[in-house]
């Protein structure tokens, strides 16, 4: 037999397999966010017990992007829809796939103003990321959110783990980030034709109710409660599949305006200290305050 038509005959039987339903496994020692839903449809983060600390005490990333502050005038409706627009698109690089919203009539002129400011810098992400501390570890998941993505009625991680496919990890991830990139462009049609979005008012309500609230903001409870808005989701996502020689967080003048808005740039250094443990497996060297 050839070795594409066993290739073929491997991931049909995967896919056929994965009909089957599976259980959420909980890691003993790590927290997920907590998200109300009948079917799991939205990812629920496997996270360090993370709390932000006050800007003046902690070591923050800086910037070496001039047309950041540019940004920072936006309306948070532009730069929401500019930050969701430019990752649907480094999704679909990743996928190999072409952006397929022609027509954007709320925001029209706004694309044609930013033009190359919103192209994707996909070269930077890789599906072959290395997952193999996971078996030896169940904890490092929380260096690992692609891990946390819907699939077949549980997430991926408790797929394989139940499944015992793990050589089939990479197939099993891409399925999930094709699944999950096709709601970031339901909710792109959504705002390009009416303006606004559920997963929009979410990020609205963090502005109002809790970026002036620093007992929230540098709370244990701000990490789980951002990772609800679909921008930062999107961002967590992108930073777990950044090639290993990057070594360190790249996120574009968007994503870094965006997350100032809502004045939780601290997220850049969870971030970071994720990607250094996730390629850092021999020294597990963690960013110290």
């Known amino acids: 037999m050839k070795k594409p038509a066993l290739m073929s005959i491997l991931t049909t039987s995967l896919f056929l397999g994965a009909c089957s339903s599976y259980q959420m496994i909980n890691i003993d020692g790590v927290k997920r966010v907590k998200i109300s839903q009948d079917d799991y449809s939205k990812p629920q983060y496997y996270i360090k017990d993370f709390k ?7 070591r923050s990333i800086a910037s070496t992007k001039p047309d ?11 730069l929401y829809f500019f930050t969701l627009w430019q990752q649907y698109s480094n999704f679909n690089a990743i996928l190999g796939l072409k952006n397929e919203i022609k027509s954007c009539p709320q925001f029209h002129n706004d694309l044609l103003v930013q033009g190359k400011k919103l192209d994707n810098n996909s070269n930077q992400y890789s599906l072959n990321q290395d997952y ?18 819907p699939f077949k009625n549980a997430d991926i991680y408790s797929y394989i783990k139940e499944s015992g496919n793990w050589d089939m990890t990479k197939e099993v991830i ?10 970031n462009k339901k909710e792109l049609i959504e705002l390009c034709q009416s303006g606004k979005s559920g997963g929009y008012y979410i990020y609205e309500n963090m502005i109002s109710y809790y970026r002036d609230n620093s ?9 789980p409660s951002i990772l609800k808005v679909n921008t930062i989701s999107n961002m967590f ?6 090639k290993p020689e990057f070594k360190s967080i790249h996120l574009t003048d968007f994503q870094s305006a965006l997350l100032s808005k809502l004045k939780v740039s601290w997220f850049k250094n969870y971030l970071y200290e994720t990607n250094l443990m996730r390629n850092n497996k021999s020294k597990r060297f963690v960013l110290k305050d």
Do not use: C, E, W
């Open 237 to 242: 996502l992108l930073d777990s599949m950044v």
């Open 52 to 58: 932000p600390k006050q800007a003046r005490n902690h």
């Open 68 to 78: 950041l502050d540019k940004l920072n005038y936006l309306p948070g409706k532009k």
């Open 132 to 149: 193999t501390d996971l078996k030896l570890n169940p904890k490092d998941i929380v260096n690992h959110p692609v891990m946390s993505l």
């Open 215 to 223: 007992d929230f903001q540098f709370s244990n409870k701000a990490l």
């Open 174 to 183: 891409k399925s999930a980030i094709t699944d999950h990139n096709i709601k």
